[in-house]
């Protein structure tokens, strides 16, 4: 600090000259370290689990995408049968959720009696704070038995001529995986969805209601087409929830099935199922390099889920932008 | 200050016939009264405007008549509106029907987010009016002034539109399902003169088809296009509750030269507080 | 329309008696969403609580797990509650100050372009499965170091930090900027402002943010299994050790064939649910009582 001497220097010059403040540049230059370091850390990351996949990525190159089969005897690993079993299992998942969340936002924003509506929103978000061993030991040990005993049996006899819904020989199949995983991505693709309905500006619904129209008509003239761009990105990220969901999956899917199977109620496996399981047997250094390279997998696709998204989101909010002008 | 008024004068009453017949309107928003004891009738093919100072209950009232306020939580009211001799507000009368029937243009434009074509025809698909699609919308547009400025483009976005032309879209809109009568919340407040005076031409081609019911906030407007005029104000009880009231209702002639009540002069002379 | 049609208020005709079936249709569908969307939740709590609650007793919480026990031997999962409690406690210590800082630069430093690349770079993170999280840690400190707490924590932390930093960036957005101002006139330079004026106002949304991570990583196995999972069944709280966690434990009890071990894997959900709910409902009631606050002040 400079002295009070106001007959000097500081006299004819009121505001001395710009200093540079130590606290200032140790701030910005420690939080924008932290910044850079969150940087860092998603390219060590990238780095790491290509790194680590190397060994596999030589010695399989792209064939490992295609291969079936996980054989530690032989040396022979690949990623196709987990591939098929996320497709199937993930994109089952997203099929049975969007329709289920979509009329839990509509339900929360159109229809419940005021009152209602936070606490439903409140339970429902809760379902998303439940760890996804807890649902996965559910999955195993309430809904898999339940699963083989009643529902598998009976949609078999009646849908059999489907190859999906073949014979079933336990409660730990793909379907009970895909329901699971319906049940995790719900909450993400409801409140989101719930969230954009709330969005919609109120004008527009009363102006088609003032045409008279009914509620239904209003949300599939109105409602939907103005969230169209939001619901879809809710549904990507719903998407890469269910893909990268391990635990859950490694719990009910009956796992160490390598194979390509149409039969919903037959065991499967997916691509972080798998790493999961693999925890500990994992010997060779091909075979935790072939892990790293399911993981590497992984990382690609929750990037391009990602971006995917705001792409999504941007168009929507590009034409909800004109309509806000 | 005087506003001249440059209308044909009225049919005698008895030749005109009831479109709504309002008793003893009492509307509540929750637990507070926002409009008591309203009571008049909108005649057949005439334009009606609703007047009076912010708050005293104008857009409730219109809101009223095709049942808008259902969508309100917490909206009660009491009393009766007969339309054409039925109680629209019976719990047997489906709202839909109403207000497929009772149109409404809102204050500000609210163009649905599609292409100036689908405006006017997603009513009309819905509804079923799916015949002759194409030139039920140009009616709809040419009706509304906008046919020539916007033939060229249907398949553009509405939001392309200038705030003027987006609300007349919105009254093209609101007539090509074929209304029995149309109401607007001050359907010219965000648009500039111009495009004012292109509504107000319109209400008087279009009232040999229609009834209009129609707020607003200016008083020259309402002398320019209504037949009819009702006042309403707000009304203070003793514990500093407010409401809003039907002052007076008359021919729009009357009602800004010769008012009958003392509230009425003060505020169409401008000497309202 | 003429005056006749006003019968057709009360008596629709077909088409609209069409649509208002097609409208009931769907509104009773959606009503069914909401109530099975309440009704899974409900499902699965009931069932937690249910066969967890009868074995959920103090043996539980104080006794360590016998391997290979012949008989009703008393065991419990003591380890595993203490290992969870210096995992997550070491994660929120490396991911908070983490967070916060990463936070400050974006919302107090960061020109646009930055502002908006980091929090891409934060999505992006929060959008890596946890498995993946998992072997690269693995493949970070493990191969090199073996298993450890700290490899663990350090992979919650990375699932923690852009929860962390997303929850501090969204409340000193909403500190008015008039009071960085009134601050800034007084003479009081930036450094000080943002940690003496600006940083206390977020304090209720900051410990909410970290709530709700911790809610979160309390529960996570998947970046434990490479990292965490090889522990022995002792009492242990040397962070250097691999150490057992809740739910580590329950992902390993429920594979087995055993129901005795089925019970505790349900007692042990049933604590972790506890624990989660309450910290998950506490910060939401935090969050809407703060939020509450910050709208009275602007
Ligand atoms: N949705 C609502 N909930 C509660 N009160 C309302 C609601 N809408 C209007 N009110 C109240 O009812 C009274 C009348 O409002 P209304 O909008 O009908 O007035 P108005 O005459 O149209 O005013 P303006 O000229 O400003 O549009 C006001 O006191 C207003 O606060
Ligand atoms: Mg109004």
Not at chain 2, 138 to 167: H, I, M, N, P, Y
Not at chain 3, 125 to 142: K, R, S, T, Y
Request: proline share 5%; charged share 15%.
């Amino acid at each position: 600090m400079s002295t009070l001497d106001a007959t000097g220097e500081a006299a004819r010059r009121p505001f001395p000259g710009r200093r540079v403040r130590t606290g200032d540049v140790l701030l910005q230059g420690v939080a924008g370290l932290a910044a850079l370091g969150a940087v860092v850390l998603l390219g060590l990351i990238a780095y790491k689990i290509v790194d680590g996949a190397r060994l596999s990525l030589s010695t399989f190159g792209l064939g490992f995408l295609t291969h079936v089969g996980w054989d530690p005897v032989h040396s022979r690993f690949g990623a196709g049968g987990f591939l098929f079993g996320t497709a199937v299992t993930s994109i089952g998942a997203l099929l049975l959720a969007t329709p289920l969340a979509l009329g839990i936002a509509l339900f929360l924003t159109e229809l419940a009696p005021r009152w209602i509506r936070g606490p439903v929103t409140a339970l429902v978000e809760t379902l998303a704070a439940i760890p996804s061993v807890v649902i996965g030991l559910w999955g195993i040990l309430v809904l898999g038995p339940v699963l083989h005993d009643h529902v598998m049996p009976a949609l078999h006899s009646t849908l059999g001529f489907i190859p999906l819904f073949g014979p079933s020989t336990t409660g730990s199949t793909i379907f009970t995986a895909i329901l699971v995983l319906t049940i995790m991505i719900l909450p993400i693709v409801s409140s989101i969805s719930r969230e954009l309905f709330v969005g919609v500006p109120p004008e527009l619904k009363e102006a088609a209601l003032g045409l008279g129209t009914t509620r239904w008509e209003m949300v599939r003239g109105v409602v939907l087409p103005y969230t169209r761009g939001g619901v879809a990105a809710a549904m990507i990220l719903g998407l890469g929830r269910a893909v990268g969901e391990a635990i859950a999956v490694a719990q009910v899917s009956g796992a160490f099935n390598n194979g390509i199977s149409w039969n919903l109620f037959s065991s499967g496996n997916t691509l972080a199922a798998q790493i999961a399981l693999e925890y500990q047997s994992a010997e060779t250094n091909l075979d935790v390099s072939s892990l790293f390279y399911l993981g590497l997998i992984l990382l690609v696709f929750s990037l391009v889920v990602n971006l995917l998204a705001r792409v999504v989101v941007r168009r929507g909010a590009r034409r909800q932008g004109v309509l806000a002008r | 200050m005087r506003v001249e008024t440059k209308r044909q004068p009225l049919p005698p009453r008895e030749r005109l016939q009831q479109v709504f017949d309002i008793q003893d309107l009492t509307a509540i928003y929750g637990s507070k009264p926002a409009l008591k004891d309203v009571s008049m009738g909108v005649y057949r093919n005439l334009v009606t405007a609703v007047i009076g100072p912010s708050g005293c209950g104008k857009s409730t009232f219109i809101r009223c008549l095709n049942r808008m306020n259902d969508l309100v939580p917490g909206f009660r009211q009491t009393g009766t509106i007969r339309y054409h001799g039925q109680d629209i507000a019976a719990k047997d009368v489906d709202p839909v029907a109403v207000r497929r029937t009772i149109g409404m243009v809102f204050q500000r434009p609210n163009p649905f987010p599609k292409s100036i074509f689908d405006n006017v025809a997603w009513g009309l698909r819905v509804l079923g009016m799916k015949d002759n699609l194409p030139e039920r919308v140009e009616r709809a547009l040419t009706q509304a002034a906008l046919w020539d400025e916007v033939k060229d483009r249907l398949k553009a976005s509405a939001l392309s539109l200038s705030g003027g032309q987006q609300q007349r879209l919105c009254i093209a809109r609101a007539i090509a399902v074929e209304p029995d009568v149309v109401l607007m919340d001050e359907p010219a407040s965000a648009l500039d003169p111009i495009a004012t005076q292109a509504i107000e031409l319109l209400l008087h081609e279009l009232k040999s088809e229609y009834s209009f019911v129609i707020v607003t906030h200016n008083m020259q407007q309402a002398a320019r296009v209504a037949d009819m005029t009702a006042f309403f104000s707000i009304s203070r009880g003793e514990e500093g509750d407010r409401w809003g009231e039907l002052i007076e209702y008359d021919s729009t002639e009357k009602i800004f030269t010769a008012p009958s009540d003392k509230r009425t002069e003060d505020y169409v002379t401008g000497r309202f507080g | 329309m003429s005056a006749a049609d006003v019968s057709a208020l009360q008596r629709p005709n077909d088409r609209l008696r069409r649509r208002r079936v097609v409208n009931r249709g769907m509104e009773l569908l959606a009503w069914l969403a909401g109530a099975l969307g309440v009704a899974i939740l409900g499902v699965v709590v009931w069932s937690v609580a249910k066969r967890g609650a009868s074995e959920l007793n103090l043996d539980l919480l104080t006794k360590a797990p016998v391997p290979f026990a012949i008989g009703n031997v008393k065991q419990g999962l003591a380890n595993a509650f203490v290992g969870s409690l210096v995992l997550v406690g070491l994660a929120t210590a490396m991911a908070l100050p983490f967070g916060i800082l990463v936070a400050i630069y974006v919302n107090e430093f960061a020109p646009r372009a930055v502002r908006n690349g980091v929090g891409l770079v934060l999505d992006v993170l929060n959008g890596v499965p946890g498995i993946v999280v998992g072997i690269f840690v693995f493949g970070l400190v493990v191969v090199s170091h073996g298993q450890s707490a700290y490899a663990g924590a350090i992979a919650l932390a990375v699932l923690m930090l852009p929860l962390v930093a997303r929850a501090t960036i969204e409340v000193l957005a909403l500190v008015p900027n008039t009071l960085r101002e009134a601050s800034l006139a007084l003479g009081v330079p930036r450094w000080r402002t943002t940690l003496g004026i600006v940083l206390p106002q977020t304090v209720g949304g900051i410990v909410t943010g970290t709530m709700l991570a911790v809610a979160r990583v309390a529960g996570e196995t998947a970046p434990l299994l490479f990292t965490c999972s090889l522990a022995g069944t002792s009492i242990d709280s040397n962070p250097g050790h691999a150490l057992q966690t809740i739910p580590v434990a329950i992902f390993e009890l429920s594979e087995s064939a055993d129901p005795a071990d089925h019970a505790r894997a349900w007692a042990a959900a049933l604590v972790l649910l506890l624990f989660i709910l309450f910290s998950s409902l506490t910060a939401r009631w935090l969050a809407a009582r703060s939020r509450r606050k910050l709208g009275r002040a602007t």
